[in-house]
Structure formats: structure tokens, C-alpha cells
Nanobody
Framework: VQLQASGGGSVQAGGSMGLSCAAS????????VGWFRQAPGKEREFVSS???????YYADSVKGRITISRDNAKNMVYLQMNTLKLEDTAVYFC????????????????WGQGTLVTVSS
């Protein structure tokens, strides 16, 4: 599976941004897909994941501000981010889950290149 995250850019704090994850090579229909992020000098951290049938999970730090969704027909997963904070600045990655805990990056088998989100004051 090849994944490509897109939609990043610069936004002011309090603003919104939508990210997309496009998959090719295999249908995402039966997979859980997750979003992770990595800020400079920090470890990659879980943001959100969505199961094949639409069950969504969120990190506490983004709960209420971020919504994950998917369109299996288009082989796409989306991340809508609202009320962005400075600490949301990071490279955002989408990944296909393999086995185990959804919030554990090591449990994901395929990763996209990432897209940079910069939140400024």
C-alpha cells in the first residue's frame, strides 16, 4: 500500500485545516487507518484512527477539535482539524494499521510521507 498525506500548510492559532490521506495499491476498505504526528525533537505520537467500519479514536490532546473520517469508495481518509493550537505544529502522517493497539505507531505497517502543519500565533 502506498499512502500520500496532503493538505498541510500554515495556519494561525484557532484556525482550521483539513488533511487527506490517499491510498493506492490496495483498497483501504478493510483496514484501520491512523494519523500520527511528529513535532521537531519529539517522538511520533498518535492523533486519531478510524476502523474499517467507521469507529473513531482520538488522543486526549485533540479530542473535540479533530475529526477523522473515511471514504472507502475513494480510498481516502481525512483529518479535519479545528481550533488549532501552537502545539499542533508537526508533520502529520497517515498509516495503515496491522495488529495490536491503535495508538501504537509500531503496530502500523504502511506509512505515508507526511505533511507539515505549522500553527502560528
Amino acid at each position: 500500500v502506498q499512502l500520500q498525506a496532503s493538505g498541510g500548510g500554515s495556519v494561525q492559532a484557532g484556525g482550521s485545516m483539513g488533511l487527506s490521506c490517499a491510498a493506492s495499491g490496495r483498497a483501504l476498505s478493510f483496514y484501520t487507518v491512523g494519523w500520527f504526528r511528529q513535532a521537531p525533537g519529539k517522538e511520533r505520537e498518535f492523533v486519531s484512527s478510524i476502523t474499517w467500519n467507521g469507529n473513531a479514536y482520538y488522543a486526549d490532546s485533540v479530542k473535540g477539535r479533530i475529526t477523522i473520517s473515511r471514504d472507502n469508495a475513494k480510498n481516502m481518509v481525512y483529518l479535519q482539524m479545528n481550533t488549532l493550537k501552537l502545539e499542533d505544529t508537526a508533520v502529520y502522517f497517515c498509516a495503515v494499521h496491522a495488529i495490536g493497539n491503535y495508538d501504537d505507531a509500531s503496530r502500523y505497517a504502511y506509512w505515508g510521507q507526511g505533511t507539515l502543519v505549522t500553527v502560528s500565533s
